[in-house]
Each structure stands twice: as structure tokens, then as C-alpha cells.
């Protein structure tokens, strides 16, 4: 199976600052990788497939990147919104794994 | 509008089982993979189960593999989850998810969630 880790756990951030979430794989795929926030209560949202394609919908200041083990999903001038947790998956093989998350919170 | 909605959770005893149901509209269903994905309460999200739009692939996690059975009835425009022996780690909410890609299946990206359905696994 694929373990996929994902860094920070959680970090602080004001509105307006750029923030970077890490996500790096067990091993070597290719980029099937996707991206999902999620908000108390609520269902999990697709934000980015294929690493770096936004969903219809999504604002650019999400953006993905990203090859072979390491991953990134950065927010550029973070709005209350986009306070969340947020989830990196493979796509490559089954098992669909995820992250354990990211967590968003407000400085 | 894309809707997917679960039902059949509940509280139950470890041992027992249970069969969730998610009812679909708003797109063609059997042109799409679905699976079910879960999230135990204060935790992350556990991919369980898909099936591909004809039923011809079926995968599990291998955690519930052997006692959690996936199908669906495109006539009906719905997907199912029989779960037997049930066990305290299986307690979470369960998400009926569709893929994005129509009649593709070996690398799910989930577009649609429901709300999802609470199972509760205790004596």
C-alpha cells in the first residue's frame, strides 16, 4: 500500500499569508494526486486532481505541484474560507489512500 | 444537481451487521464509479470500497476485505455496503462518493460526497 504523509499536522495562519501543505508518498507514482478540504461538519470538497489541475469552481489562489514522492498545495492569501482541514490522496493504486490531514487554523 | 444520499446507519453490536444504502440523481449513474469512504469522529478519511459503473471491478481495503460487500443497481440508481461482523474500529460516518471520470475507474478523484451516514459499533 501506498502511505501517504502529510506535513504540518496543523499550523496557524492569518488572513493573507501564504501557506504550503506537504504531502509525500511511500514511494514513486505518478501524478494521480489529489486534493480535498474540509470544513467542521461538512463533506470533504475536491479542490485539485492530477496535482496541479483546479476544479472548476476553485479559486486560483489554490494552486498543486508536485512529482514522484513530494507534493505540494499552496493557498495564496489565505481568505476566512479557506480555514479547514485539508487531505492529500493517491489515485494510483488501490488502496485509495489519504493523508491524515492538514489542519488550518486561524492565528 | 449531483446528489448522493446514504442511509441505513445505526447503532449496533460488534458481531452484527448492517447494510448502508446511497441513493443517487443528478448525473448518469452507471456511467461512474462510487465508493464508499469513511471517517471515524475526530479523525481522517479511510477509502473502504469502490465498484465501477458496470460492476466488472470491485476493490476493497483491507481492512473490511472478507466482511464488507459492495454492490449497486444502476436501475435503481443506487449503491449498497452489507458490512457483517461488524467491529468497534468500523464506527464512523460513511460517505457515498462518486468518481469524476465517467467510465473510468483505476484512479478515482472524488468530485461528489454525501452527507453520509453514522454507524455506531458498541455493546
Known amino acids: 500500500d501506498i502511505q501517504m504523509t502529510q506535513s504540518p499536522s496543523s499550523l496557524s495562519a492569518s488572513v493573507g499569508d501564504t501557506v504550503t501543505i506537504t504531502c509525500r508518498a511511500s514511494?514513486?507514482?505518478?501524478?494521480?494526486l489529489n486534493w480535498y478540504q474540509q470544513k467542521p461538519g461538512r463533506a470533504p470538497k475536491l479542490l485539485i486532481y492530477e496535482a496541479s489541475s483546479l476544479l472548476s469552481g476553485v479559486p486560483s489562489r489554490f494552486s498543486g505541484r508536485g512529482s514522484g514522492t513530494n507534493f505540494t498545495l499552496t493557498i495564496s492569501s489565505l481568505q476566512p474560507e479557506d480555514f479547514a482541514t485539508y487531505y492529500c490522496?493517491?489515485?494510483?493504486?488501490?488502496?485509495?489512500?489519504f493523508g491524515q490531514g492538514t489542519k488550518v487554523e486561524i492565528k | 444537481e449531483v446528489q448522493l444520499v446514504e442511509s441505513g446507519g445505526g447503532l449496533v453490536q460488534p458481531g452484527r451487521s448492517l447494510r448502508l444504502s446511497c441513493a443517487a440523481s443528478?448525473?448518469?449513474?452507471?456511467?461512474?464509479?462510487i465508493h464508499w469512504v469513511r471517517q471515524a469522529p475526530g479523525k481522517g478519511l479511510e477509502w473502504v470500497s469502490g465498484?465501477?459503473?458496470?460492476?466488472?471491478?470491485?476493490y476493497y481495503a483491507d481492512s473490511v476485505k472478507g466482511r464488507f460487500t459492495i454492490s449497486r443497481d444502476n436501475a435503481k440508481k443506487s449503491l449498497y455496503l452489507q458490512m457483517n461482523s461488524l467491529r468497534i474500529e468500523d464506527a464512523a460516518l460513511y460517505y457515498c462518493?462518486?468518481?469524476?471520470?465517467?467510465?473510468?475507474?483505476?484512479?478515482?478523484?472524488?468530485?461528489?460526497w454525501g452527507q453520509g451516514t453514522l454507524v455506531t459499533v458498541s455493546a
Open positions: 462518493v462518486k468518481d469524476m471520470v465517467r467510465r473510468h475507474f483505476t484512479s478515482p478523484r472524488f468530485d461528489y
Open positions: 465498484i465501477s459503473w458496470n460492476s466488472g471491478y470491485i
Open positions: 443528478g448525473f448518469t449513474f452507471d456511467d461512474y464509479g
Open positions: 490522496q493517491q489515485s494510483y493504486s488501490s488502496p485509495w489512500t
Open positions: 514511494q514513486i507514482f505518478n501524478s494521480i
